[in-house]
Structures are given as C-alpha cells and as structure tokens.
C-alpha cells in the first residue's frame, strides 16, 4: 500500500510554471507507475501524465505535451510534474496516483491516489 500527499500548487500567471511534487510512503515506491491526473469544476478528471518504475518511460497527454514533464526521485519516493508555459486552462485540481501495472491514461487502473493540489492561472 502506498498514501500519496501532492504539493506545490499555487497561483500563477499565464505563461509562468510551477513544479508539483508528490511524496509517497512506503519502501516498494518503485513498484509503481505514477500519474498525473487533473480536474477543472464541472469537468471530468483527466489524464495528465505518466511515468513507469525506473523512469525510463513517459506518456503525456496532447495538451499539455511540450510544456509539462513528468519525472521521478526513486530514492526520495517522489514523482515530480514541471509545469511551463501555463495556460488559464490548466487551472485544476491536481492529483498524483500509483498503478501496480503499467503507466496508463486510464484513471480506473490507478489504485492509490492524493488529495490533491490546486493550481489556478490567471490570465
């Protein structure tokens, strides 16, 4: 089992970036994929990234590629989301999650999740 706690968020104007970081417990972190997800009012939660164990592998979805990376500190238990280039609809809150299987775009397949941390961006 794994507890997630996100931090980071903030208040941010468009075009600036903000780096989120989540801390996870327990000694089998590297076991997990991780993954960003967001979710605006009124809207579904979505995909925002994700990274396998070692970090080798990452998966973006299209709207925030070439602005947001996501990566991994194995020995700090954390996984980390760069945000450049923020937009006004970025604004959400953001959650960061753990699958025992591979990275994946589908939130029903993460297991474990964070309270998440809301990012607004003014424009």
């Known amino acids: 089992q794994v507890q997630l706690v996100e931090s980071g968020g903030g208040l941010v104007q468009a075009g600036g970036s903000l780096r989120l970081s989540c801390a996870a417990s327990?000694?089998?972190?590297?076991?997990?994929?991780m993954g960003w997800f967001r979710q605006a009012p009124g809207k579904e939660r979505e995909f925002v990234a994700a990274?396998?164990?070692?970090?080798?592998?990452?998966y973006y979805a299209d709207s925030v590629k070439g602005r947001f990376t996501i990566s991994r500190d194995n020995a700090k238990n954390t996984v980390y989301l760069q945000m450049n280039s923020l937009k006004p609809e970025d604004t959400a809150v953001y959650y960061c999650?753990?699958?025992?299987?591979?990275?994946?775009?589908?939130?029903?397949?993460?297991?474990?999740w964070g309270q998440g941390t809301q990012v607004t961006v003014s424009s």
């Open positions: 999650a753990a699958s025992i299987s591979d990275p994946t775009v589908v939130r029903h397949n993460y297991g474990y």
């Open positions: 327990g000694r089998t972190f590297s076991s997990y994929a």
């Open positions: 990274i396998n164990w070692s970090g080798g592998s990452t």
